[in-house]
């Protein structure tokens, strides 16, 4: 289960991230899952002017790094990635993408989130993404 914080807090630690440079902003969050948007422009483009495969897995990777944080007691553990991948089925090249997060599994000592991405305006799927966390204990 997802500790209830607002999504003022969670965006406030993004400040000073690649989140805030690629304008990442976490949207809603409930009991099991969340959301978060990213704007497709000059910081998230491609030399072909698509959105950037590698913004995408940025993307799935801050989605469920937060995911994870907000499961765990920070103050004795922390989070971090160890797999990310990413299967791009859509470009765009334009507008603004909303990522959704839903934890698969979530043991003491590993999470597995499933991110799906798709084009805000039409709802049609831009990216499935799978994202493996390890959670290791403060020394």
């Known amino acids: 289960m997802l500790n209830q914080i607002s999504l003022e807090q969670i965006n406030a ?3 000073d ?3 805030e440079h690629l304008s990442i902003v976490f949207t809603e969050i409930n009991e099991k899952s969340l959301k ?14 698509l959105l950037h495969g590698g ?3 940025a993307l799935i990777e801050s989605i469920g790094s937060m995911g994870s944080a907000l499961i765990v007691d920070l103050t004795k553990e922390a ?6 991948n990413a299967n791009h089925v859509r470009g765009i090249s334009s507008g603004i993408v909303e990522a959704t997060a839903e934890i698969v599994y979530q ?10 991405i798709v084009d805000k305006s039409t709802q049609k799927l831009l990216c499935i993404g799978r994202l493996t ?3 290791v204990p403060h020394k």
């Open 79 to 84: 989070p971090v990635g160890i797999e990310v």
């Open 133 to 135: 966390m390890m959670i």
């Open 55 to 57: 913004a995408s897995a």
């Open 17 to 19: 991230t690649l989140m």
């Open 13 to 15: 630690m993004c400040k």
């Open 107 to 116: 043991g003491k000592k590993t999470h597995v989130w499933s991110v799906k």
């Open 36 to 49: 978060a948007e990213m704007p497709v422009n000059k910081h998230t483009h491609q030399p072909m002017k």
